[in-house]
Structure formats: C-alpha cells, structure tokens
C-alpha cells in the first residue's frame, strides 16, 4: 500500500513479496488501471506501462475503467476527500477504516463531454507529474542535509 500515492512508484523499486501457487490472473495489472487503497486514507493512481503484470497486493484494489472517462481523471475523483469520506462512512469507528467494491460501484459520476474529460485528465496528469517531480526534489534535498549533519557529527570514521 505505500507504494501507491498520486503515482504508483517505479517498478525497481515496488515491494516484493513471495507468493505461493500460481496467482488470479484478474490481480495483474494493465496500464492505464487504476490502483486504489481500500485500508485507511484512500490513495488513487494510474499504473504505466512499466507496471503491466505486477501482481495486485492486498488491502488495494484495481478499477479497469470500460468508460469514456480517462484514467487519471477518475483517479483524481477518488482522492477527493469528500469521495473519501463517501468511501469511509461506513467504517469510520473501526481501527482502520475500509471499504469495499460495492462501495466504488455504488459511486456516480456526472456524464461531461469527451473534450471536458480529455482536459480535466490532462490537468491532472500534468499536476501529478509536477507535484512528483517536486517531491522528489525535496527528497533528494533532505537526503542531501541529513549526509551534511552526519559527516559534520559522525565520529566514528566511515569506509
């Protein structure tokens, strides 16, 4: 489940687990499905092409959308929090909140044209991609300072 944000992580870096006997084919993913978390905070995104077979693990769902809407449009709807809450509000006193496919079933959508689609997914593919990119920048700066006040506190020589 912490492999899935606004973006699923690249395939090197997934995390892998075992399995036993020969899994349900219908837990591959395809690009362009949607990977939701079905435990705590509701997290939607799209799987590229990189992760085409990765094998589906547990407490996430995947939604193959078979409408006109995109991808990164209906993923976008899921994170909302208000779609959240939605989700939720049947499990909201339990330790961890969940739900199920009849919850994302039992959601409706307004029908908008093809074009307002096209462009709201494209907002968001495009919003995703800066938002990583700039975590990503801040990630690498953080690592940056914490290799600073280690060299400058570390007694203790290092190989």
Not at 36 to 41: A, E, F, I, L
Not at 87 to 96: K, S
Not at 111 to 124: G, P
Not at 144 to 154: D, K, M, Q, R, Y
Request: glycine residues 6%; charged residues 25%; aromatic residues 4%.
């Amino acid at each position: 489940m912490r492999d899935v944000g606004t973006r699923i992580i690249a395939r090197a870096h997934l995390e892998t687990v075992p399995v036993g006997g020969e899994p349900d084919p219908r837990r591959r993913i395809q690009a362009g499905d949607i990977v939701v978390t079905s435990r705590g905070r509701v997290r939607a995104a799209v799987a590229y092409e990189e992760h085409a077979g990765v094998l589906l693990g547990p407490n996430l769902m995947m939604i193959r959308p078979q409408s006109d809407y995109p991808s990164a449009l209906l993923a976008a709807f899921l994170r909302h929090p208000a779609v959240e809450a939605r989700l939720l509000q049947d499990t909201m006193t339990a330790g961890t909140p969940g739900f199920s496919m009849e919850n994302l079933r039992s959601l409706e959508l307004k029908d908008i044209t093809a074009e307002q689609a096209d462009r709201l997914a494209e907002l968001m593919d495009e919003t995703d991609t800066y938002v990583w990119e700039v975590q990503a920048g801040a990630n690498r700066l953080t690592a940056a300072a914490i290799e600073t006040v280690f060299t400058n506190l570390n007694v203790e020589p290092t190989a």
